[in-house]
Each structure stands twice: as structure tokens, then as C-alpha cells.
């Protein structure tokens, strides 16, 4: 049998070597309209967010495998682009919910009909154990709950069968939000408790691996570090169904190529370009469509440190200020791929949203004034850092940095920091300049400045800024019921910021998303990563 | 006789997992920092850190890793949270394949391509193999391999889209080697045999140009060398056909350093395949290493390396046989 088998195999590829087919021809395979192909730089590393080192791209699995209790509403912005409406909580896997008199719970309804990929019924038990692991794993699952002032297993109760209530220890207007991010996903508590061992309680090892939600997509395959491949939940019930049935989601390293594979046609969309490819897709009269949104509460910006001289004086901060060469980097480095956050009314913005432009804008005879008040009339010299993962802006902006701050005397040594150690380079806090990218998931400007610039000097306070009245401001502001009080107070600690400026604003990167014309419903979400739930292909 | 040979490999091998281990524990970066993730407050990366068990002494993460590798157990990989040696296992025929498909093709264009040099030294075609080998040694492969897929699947569309060992829509074959080429054939199927090839082209190709040089000028010298021998003079005035007195006498007795030089190549293909697979998007062990790398990923690393230092140790005994075959006076020995 096996011998016929290969004889013909034999037979057949001489012929096929004869007639030519395996010489490759140019007619790419009409892909079918069920059926979306994606090829992005970084696939997921586990299934699970809650485990270590899940990186974003795992997010994305969580967004789409399992399901939150609730989520948010759609809107249309301005160019037609659709974005997640921040300020919308629609039902996903609870139907309804009620937020207590006293506003310190709130009871969900889940519901009845709902179940897991393997047919489990969806149960309060589930939300509780899926609630109490994001807990009980540490690390940032603990800490996206504790954003939310969710904190202890105690304050999850199951009611009865398909009803579930938070308590709150105290009124927080993120506790809602927070269940809408993806490491709220409820899992299936049943199948994983199938898979623990006694040292390892949460499945943990098995859950990395292995899929247990009731989301819209299952994981049909996955290779780690080569392909995911989702198909369609077909009992979904949290959500209209979505019209593409299999998603094949390949990582392609190269830039260059999976530019070149969009234009021809081989896949359906992609991301994670440097900002030229974006800038020179998105011309008028392309073949493709792209999508671009102002990535929410994200922030270029060049940091100081203020614990060590020489800029530990406020003045050569502002010289610094106004010696960045903003349009410049905006055309040079962003390729006009982002919102510029200078040249801006004041110092204290008229809205209070973040982020917002400060007033500095590049003035060197104003930088040089400055510089002679701090006594640095002739100058210094000192490092500038960047993460070198983060290179194709970066490096642009470094360089250009470097030429316009050597215009007032200060000349700057470039250190490139390979990805795997920028982070303990941070949390080290002795870098004294570096270009960098924040954001946050949560869209409230008190939450930004609670990580990069409050005294409580978490990773992210790059500078190691400390400033009492911009923590009593940030504080205040966290947990303030009255809306006038609370717009004033981030009024307040953005004008301490720009005045301080232990980091410089430059500009608001912009989350672009490149895809054939026949794609649309791509929707911005806070995470970045892709929904498939609600994109439709024609 | 070859057991002994294996066996005199093993120092090689114990060096290389001590060595290993020290230089990933020397890298600047620190894994616990970086798998903390988005929020990494000191208290979370003493917290992985002690989870990944980086809190202990050098000594104890040393026996811990030796214990464990006695067992066959190789760590699990961070980035991708799966154990390094079905990550490894995996990946290996992926690599493997893409770089004999290169040597072998290397070898097909470079022997008779030196062959012809030598027979005709200053002629065009001893001109053209001179310029070919020059560019193909001189552009980095990354360089080449962009290029290929820009004018071959870009520009001309003859080539498959650079997107991995198949393209999305076929499903690969059953798993019995890990070859596609041979598993395809072994199941019988023709349009995955098909299909694989073709996306096997431009990355073998890219590989092959690279290290079109050291081979086909070897074997130019080789062949000069041995032409001008009295032994081939005197084959030739014995009136002995071109042709036997090209490839019987004089190509089997040039063969010797070519097979050495075959070796280096191999080697150095071995090494070329990172940036080669990080461009033709093939998931292979090279791109994995760098991707490891990255994140100062402790466990991959290591198993890279300890699994590159045994292809190494089998390779040079394939070279030793190799010369036996070839010249049966060399003495395969411990």
C-alpha cells in the first residue's frame, strides 16, 4: 500500500515537474469572505493573561476566547474610524446589573442561557473563581484588579446560580471599567479545576497552554511563535455574531514583508509598522485602507532626572523644554503619526483631559536664557537612553535631539538600551535623559500621573519625580464625587507638571492599523489589540 | 571506533553547558524585570524572581539545571511558556530542512561551478563564478533575502508570499519527521509537497548565494592544484578521456578539502538561518534564539546553544566519516 502510495506520489511529481507547476505563478488564491488572514510581528505567549509574562499580543487571546461580564459600547470618530466609547458599559456576559443606593456594590445578573466552549453553563461560581485567580496569580492580574479597588476574594459573593455582587470598599469610578479590561475574563472554573494539582491550584501550567472561556472565538490551533488560528464560537451569546467565521493570525518578523504581503494581497490586515509604511499606505488614492486613532492616555516624552544635578534645577528642565526640536520630530520621526502635544494656550490646559499640549515650543534663544540662569551657560555633557525595541521612533528622535540640544551646549552621548534591559534600567530610576512611551488602560488623567508622575515612585515615575502638592492634587482627584472639584484638580496637577516639566510631552502616538479595502469595522480598542468579533469582509 | 569518537565529544559538550550557563547569568538584563510586566513594582519582580527560582546562588541554579537536564528536562521558555525542548524539537526540522535544502543547493551550483573554473582559468565562466561568489559572500544575507522577496514576490509575483513553511490556507502534513518535504511525500501528498517547496525557494536560495564562495573556490583551488599534479599528467598521457581523468582522478582527490570546507559552511548556515528565518518569517530555532535573547529567557538559551554544540559535535563526525569514504588512508580515531 505504502509503496503504491509513494509510486504514484513519484509519478505524480515527475508530471508536475514536467508540466511546469511547480515553477510558482502569480495568481494569489481568492480568499473567502469567512475567512480573515492577519500577520503581525509578535504572536501571544500564552493563552492565559493572568500568568507570568504573558505579553500584549496574549491580551488579545483573552479579549476574544473568553468573555468579560460586561463591555463597552461603540462610536463613530470624526473620520468614520469606530473606537470604543469609554464612557458606554454595555452587557456582555451579565444581561443586567444594578449599582447599589450607597454605590459601594453591584449586583450582576448573568446570563441563563451562556455557556463555555465545551458546553458548560456559565455560572456565578465561575465569575467568582475567575475574579478571585486574577487575585491569587500576583503580579500585574493583581494589580490591573487593584486599579479597580478590587482587592480581596471576600468582596465577590455568589448570590445564587447566575447572580454575582462586587462589594467595594470604597466609592472608585475605575471599579467598573476595570471589569470590562481583559484580565476580568471569566473562565471556565469546572474544566480548569479539572486540570490544577495541589501545586498548582489555579491550573496555571494546563490554562498557558489550554483554552477554558465561552468567548466568541475558539482557539483552534496555536503555535507558539508561528500562528494562532481562532474559529468561530457558533453558541455564542453575549454579542451579535460575528461574520468572520476563521481567523488566521501568522507572526511575520519583517516589516518590510508584511507590507509587502498586504499590497499583494496575500493578507487581510496587519499592524505594528514604522510610521513611514503607515504614512505612505494611507495616501490618497491607495489600494488600502488605514485606520488611525490617537492611542488614549499614551504620551511620547523626553525624561529628566530630577534627583541628580544638573537636572535637578528646574530651569535647565524648561531650557530643555524649549530646545526640543518639536516639528521636526513630528516630521522626521513620527512622520506626522501622532498628535503633537506643544505649541499649546498655556501651561494650564483649558480642558481637563490628558493629554493635552503644553505651551513650550522650540526657542532656543529663550532655551540659552535659561540655561545662563542655571549657570550652565557653557553647557554640559550627559546620556540620553532609549529602549531599543522601541527604535524605529526612538533612534530618530535621539538623533534629532542630539543635534538641537548641542545648539544650547548640551551634548549628549546616545545609549541604546536592548529591550530585555530596559526595564531594570528603569526601575533603577539613574538614567539621567531618556525618550520613552507611556499609556495607560484606563482613560483618566489621574490614573496617567499616578503612575508616571506621583511620589509613590512606581517603574513608570522615569524621572523619580516627588511633589506633595501634585500628589495631594493626583490623590484628591482619584476619588472625587464632585465634577467641578475633580476638573479643577486636573487642571491643577497638569499646570504643576508643565511647570515642574520633569518630562517633556512631545506627542501622542496614534494606534494605526493597515487593511485591504474590502475590510471594515475595525474598532479601537484600549488594549490594541485586533476585535475580530465586529470586523466584516466583503 | 566512532562510539569512542562520540564519547571524546562529551568534554566538548559539558564545557559548553557550563560556559552557557555562566554568559546567559552574565547577560546586562534581567528576566524577572521584564516578564513583571506592564506593572512592575519592585515587590512584583522580587516576586517572579523568586518564582523563577533566580533567587538562588549561582551553585544551586546550576545543580537545579543539571539535575533537571539529567532527567531530559531542558526549563520551559517564558516567552512562549512552553518547555524548550518541544519548543526545540519542534523547531529543529524546520531549520534543519531550510538548511540542507541550501546546502544542497550550494553544492549543486557551487562544485561544477569551481570545477569549471579550474578546467578553464581565465575564461568567462572562471569570471562569472568569480563575480557571483564576491557579491553572493559580500551582501548580508538578511540583505539578500529582502531583496529576493522584493523582486521575486513583490515585483514579479513568481515567488509564494514570505509567510512561513506553507501558506495559511494549506494545513501541513502529518508530523512524522518534521520535514515537511519528506512528510508530505511519506502521506502521499503532492500539493503540500508542492506548496512547501515553494516557500522553501527564496530562503534556501538566500542561503545558498551566501555560501556560493568559500565552496566553489575551494574547489577551483583544489581542482588547480590537483590538475597540475604528475599524476594527472600522466593520466592524461596515457590518453585517458577527458572525462575520466577529470572526475576519476583529479575531482576525488580535489574532494577532500571540499568536504572540509562543506563542513564550515554547514556550520556557518547554521549560524545565517537567525537572520534568514527572521525575514522569510520561518519559524525555525534561529529565530526562536534571538526572540529568547530579547528577553533575557534563561532556560531557550541555554537548550539553543547545548542543542547547537551537539549538531556541531555530529557534524564534525560526519566530516570524519566522510573522509574516510573519500580517502580511505585517513584514520577515523578517538
Redesign the interface.
Given at each position: 500500500m505504502k509503496s503504491r502510495?509513494?509510486s504514484?506520489?513519484t509519478f505524480?511529481?515527475f508530471a508536475?515537474m514536467c508540466f511546469g507547476?511547480?515553477?510558482?505563478t502569480?495568481v494569489?488564491?481568492a480568499?473567502p469572505k469567512d475567512?480573515l488572514?492577519v500577520?503581525n510581528e509578535t504572536g501571544p505567549?500564552?493563552l492565559d493573561i493572568h500568568?507570568?509574562?504573558?505579553?500584549r499580543p496574549s491580551y488579545g487571546v483573552a479579549w476574544l476566547v473568553y468573555d468579560r461580564l460586561i463591555t463597552h459600547g461603540r462610536k463613530k470618530l470624526p473620520d468614520g474610524t469606530l473606537s470604543y466609547d469609554y464612557s458606554k458599559i454595555e452587557p456582555e456576559l451579565a444581561e443586567s446589573w444594578v449599582v447599589a443606593k450607597d454605590g459601594l456594590s453591584v449586583t450582576f445578573k448573568l446570563r441563563k442561557n451562556a455557556t463555555f466552549h465545551d458546553g458548560t453553563p456559565v455560572t456565578a461560581k465561575d465569575v467568582k473563581w475567575s475574579y478571585d485567580r486574577a487575585l491569587a496569580m500576583?503580579?500585574?492580574p493583581q494589580?490591573?484588579m487593584k486599579a479597580g479597588s478590587l482587592e480581596k476574594p471576600e468582596q465577590f459573593e455568589v448570590v445564587d446560580e447566575h447572580t454575582f455582587r462586587v462589594s467595594f470598599p470604597r466609592r472608585d469610578k475605575m471599579s467598573l471599567p476595570d471589569m470590562a479590561v481583559p484580565v476580568a475574563s471569566i473562565y471556565n472554573s469546572t474544566l480548569a479545576m479539572k486540570n490544577a494539582t495541589p501545586d498548582d491550584p489555579w491550573a496555571a501550567n494546563w490554562l498557558?497552554?489550554n483554552a477554558a472561556g465561552g468567548g466568541a472565538y475558539k482557539v483552534e490551533s496555536w503555535?507558539?511563535?508561528?500562528?494562532i488560528v481562532y474559529a468561530r464560537f457558533d453558541n455564542w451569546k453575549s454579542g451579535p455574531m460575528p461574520k468572520v467565521r476563521r481567523v488566521?493570525q501568522?507572526?511575520?518578523?519583517?516589516a518590510?514583508?508584511r507590507r509587502?504581503?498586504l499590497?499583494?494581497g496575500?493578507?487581510d490586515m496587519t499592524y505594528e509598522m514604522p510610521p513611514k509604511d503607515f504614512q505612505e499606505l494611507s495616501k490618497a488614492g491607495g489600494k488600502l485602507h488605514v485606520a488611525s486613532v490617537p492611542v488614549e492616555n499614551a504620551v511620547w516624552y523626553v525624561g529628566m532626572n530630577v534627583t541628580k544635578p544638573p537636572f535637578d534645577n528646574v530651569k535647565v528642565r524648561q531650557a530643555v523644554a524649549y530646545a526640543i526640536p518639536y516639528e521636526q520630530l513630528m516630521a522626521g520621526a513620527f512622520y506626522g503619526r501622532a498628535v503633537k502635544l506643544w505649541g499649546g494656550s498655556g501651561l494650564r490646559p483649558g480642558q481637563p483631559v490628558w493629554p493635552t499640549p503644553h505651551s513650550y515650543k522650540t526657542d532656543l534663544a529663550q532655551a540659552k536664557k535659561l540655561m545662563q540662569q542655571a549657570g550652565h551657560a557653557d553647557g554640559f555633557e550627559t546620556t540620553l537612553s532609549y529602549d531599543l525595541?522601541q527604535g524605529t521612533i526612538s533612534e530618530p528622535v535621539a538623533i534629532l535631539l542630539q543635534e538641537s540640544l548641542a545648539k544650547i551646549g548640551i551634548k549628549l552621548v546616545i545609549n541604546k538600551v536592548?529591550?530585555?534591559?530596559w526595564?531594570?534600567a528603569m526601575?533603577k530610576k539613574d538614567m539621567p535623559l531618556i525618550v520613552n512611551r507611556f499609556g495607560g488602560w484606563l482613560n483618566y488623567p489621574e490614573y496617567f500621573f499616578y503612575w508616571t508622575y506621583h511620589g509613590q515612585n512606581?517603574?513608570f515615575n522615569t524621572m523619580a519625580y516627588q511633589n506633595p502638592e501634585l500628589d495631594r492634587l493626583v490623590d484628591a482627584a482619584r476619588f472625587e464625587a464632585d465634577r467641578k472639584k475633580y476638573e479643577n484638580q486636573v487642571r491643577d496637577f497638569i499646570e504643576v507638571a508643565h511647570k515642574d516639566v520633569p518630562r517633556v510631552p512631545i506627542a501622542q502616538p496614534v494606534m494605526d492599523v493597515a487593511m485591504q479595502k474590502n475590510v471594515s469595522g475595525y474598532t479601537y480598542w484600549f488594549h490594541l489589540q485586533p476585535d475580530y468579533r465586529q470586523i466584516v469582509k466583503q | 571506533m566512532i562510539g569512542l569518537r562520540t564519547l571524546s565529544a562529551l568534554p566538548n559538550l559539558i564545557g559548553v553547558l557550563i560556559i552557557t550557563f555562566l554568559i546567559t547569568r552574565a547577560l546586562p538584563g534581567d528576566p524577572a524585570a521584564f516578564f513583571a510586566g506592564a506593572a512592575g513594582s519592585q515587590e512584583a519582580v522580587e516576586q517572579i524572581r523568586a518564582k523563577l527560582g533566580l533567587d538562588k546562588s549561582l551553585v544551586e541554579q546550576f545543580a537545579y539545571y543539571v539535575r533537571d537536564l539529567a532527567r531530559g528536562d531542558l526549563g520551559t521558555a517564558l516567552s512562549t511558556g512552553r518547555p524548550v525542548l518541544d519548543e526545540i524539537l519542534g523547531r529543529l526540522p524546520a531549520s534543519l530542512e531550510l538548511t540542507l535544502s541550501a546546502l544542497m543547493l550550494a553544492t549543486a551550483i557551487a562544485i561544477p561551478l569551481g570545477v569549471l573554473a579550474a578546467t578553464r582559468p581565465g575564461s568567462w565562466i572562471d569570471h562569472m563564478c568569480r563575480a557571483l561568489t564576491t557579491a553572493g559572500v559580500s551582501l548580508p544575507t538578511f540583505f539578500t533575502g529582502l531583496l529576493l522577496a522584493y523582486i521575486f514576490y513583490y515585483r514579479l509575483g513568481w515567488a509564494p508570499a514570505p509567510i512561513g513553511r506553507l501558506d495559511p490556507y494549506a494545513t501541513p502534513p502529518a508530523t512524522v519527521t518534521g520535514f515537511y518535504l519528506i512528510d508530505a511525500a511519506l502521506a502521499g501528498d503532492l500539493d503540500v509537497f508542492i506548496a512547501s517547496a515553494r516557500q522553501l525557494i527564496l530562503p534556501a536560495l538566500t542561503m545558498a548565494l551566501f555560501v556560493l564562495a568559500p565552496l566553489a573556490r575551494m574547489t577551483r583551488a583544489a581542482m588547480l592544484g590537483v590538475l597540475s599534479a604528475d599524476f594527472v599528467r600522466t593520466a592524461r598521457a596515457y590518453g585517458l578521456s577527458r572525462f575520466t581523468v577529470l572526475y576519476r582522478y583529479a575531482f576525488r582527490n580535489a574532494l577532500l578539502p571540499v568536504v572540509t570546507t562543506l563542513g564550515m559552511v554547514f556550520s556557518f548556515l547554521l549560524g545565517s538561518n537567525v537572520l534568514v528565518e527572521k525575514v522569510f518569517a520561518w519559524p525555525g530555532i534561529g529565530s526562536f534564539a534571538i526572540e529568547s535573547l530579547m528577553a533575557s529567557d534563561y532556560a531557550p538559551i541555554q537548550g539553543f546553544v547545548l542543542t547547537m554544540g551537539a549538531l556541531y559535535v555530529l557534524l564534525n563526525l560526519a566530516i570524519d566519516i566522510l573522509y574516510r569514504i573519500v580517502d580511505p588512508r585517513v584514520e577515523v580515531s578517538g
Open positions: 502510495l509513494m504514484r506520489f505524480r511529481l508536475a507547476s511547480l515553477v510558482p502569480a494569489p488564491a480568499s475567512v488572514i500577520a505567549n500564552s500568568g507570568v509574562g504573558a505579553n500576583g503580579g500585574f494589580f490591573q498557558k497552554n503555535k507558539p511563535g508561528q500562528e488566521i501568522r507572526e511575520v518578523p519583517s518590510g514583508n509587502a504581503l499590497e499583494r496575500d493578507i525595541g536592548p529591550g530585555a534591559n526595564r531594570a526601575l512606581a517603574v | -
